[in-house]
């Protein structure tokens, strides 16, 4: 074992066990907020600064799902069923992303499992026998789907799963890209300031970056590339939980109504 494996100590399934806890309890405090203010562009702003730290730890988790669409589409043994599953688990997701978000941005936005098959689409449009210009041309209608059916993570996500997927045995290149859109997606964020407290958004962007690059962290140098005990029911479950975690947000918002 050289140095570098003995860091190595973390499987798929608790990696995704680990990026979903997270994303749960952010989501929950993040989301109840965005449902009490519906039509206030800068909520997630307003909450007290440990609040916004904790709703911001739900970021550990899409740089994982991102990593491991690449990882998935490299070990399955049918990879137009796994593009199947993600669309039909989007379409299932999409009626509980309804309830908790029609009222914020009408019907128009859909969950980022639609991000994920998309970005999918764009790792088997890559690794197609196509020409380089029409590979191109795919994974940018791609992207522009994302946008055109607004899609959450829209227009980052596809960069994210393919830049990580294509330069996966290319570490320099793949951390550069990484580290290129997580600023691409984050630093915008300070042209906020003058419309909340400029420490609210400093204070974010520092905590949004940091979990990314947690996240990082957590696929490169502690993923020992293995499945889990219970691959199976790991992967069911996953799918399972996120629109799962949607009606019991909801479920917790209508409880703690007064």
């Not at 399934?13 to 562009?41: E, R, S």
């Not at 709703?55 to 070990?75: E, W």
Request: a positive charge; aromatic letters at 18%; glycine letters at 4%.
């Amino acid at each position: 074992m050289n140095n570098q494996d003995k860091y190595k100590i973390l499987d798929r399934d608790t990696v995704k066990y680990i990026a979903i806890a997270l994303m749960f309890v952010g989501h929950t405090v993040a989301w109840i907020n965005l449902m009490n203010n519906p039509h206030d562009d800068y909520a997630a702003y307003k909450l007290p600064v440990g609040l916004i730290i904790l709703s911001f730890m739900s970021l550990f988790c899409p740089p994982v799902m991102f990593f491991f669409i690449g990882d998935g589409y490299k070990y399955t043994r049918d990879r137009k069923k796994y593009a199947l599953r993600l669309f039909v688990f989007a379409c299932i997701t999409q009626p509980f992303h309804w309830l908790l978000f029609q009222p914020v941005n009408g019907w128009r936005s859909t969950n980022v499992m639609f991000t994920l098959f998309f970005g999918l689409l764009s790792i088997m449009a890559w690794e197609s026998r196509y020409k380089l210009w029409q590979k191109i041309l795919l994974i940018i209608l791609c992207d522009m789907a994302t946008i055109a059916i607004y899609s959450d993570w829209l227009l980052m996500g596809v960069p994210f799963i393919l830049f990580l997927y294509i330069f996966r045995e290319q570490p320099k290149k793949r951390f550069i890209a990484y580290i290129i859109l997580t600023l691409l997606q984050f630093v915008p964020n300070i042209f906020s300031i003058g419309k909340v407290p400029a420490y609210k958004i400093i204070v974010s962007i520092i905590v949004m970056i940091s979990v990314f690059m947690a996240a990082y962290a957590c696929m490169t140098v502690l993923y020992n590339g293995k499945k889990g005990k219970n691959p199976v029911f790991a992967k069911w479950f996953f799918y399972a939980f996120y629109p799962a975690h949607h009606a019991v947000i909801y479920l917790i918002k209508i409880l703690t109504d007064k």
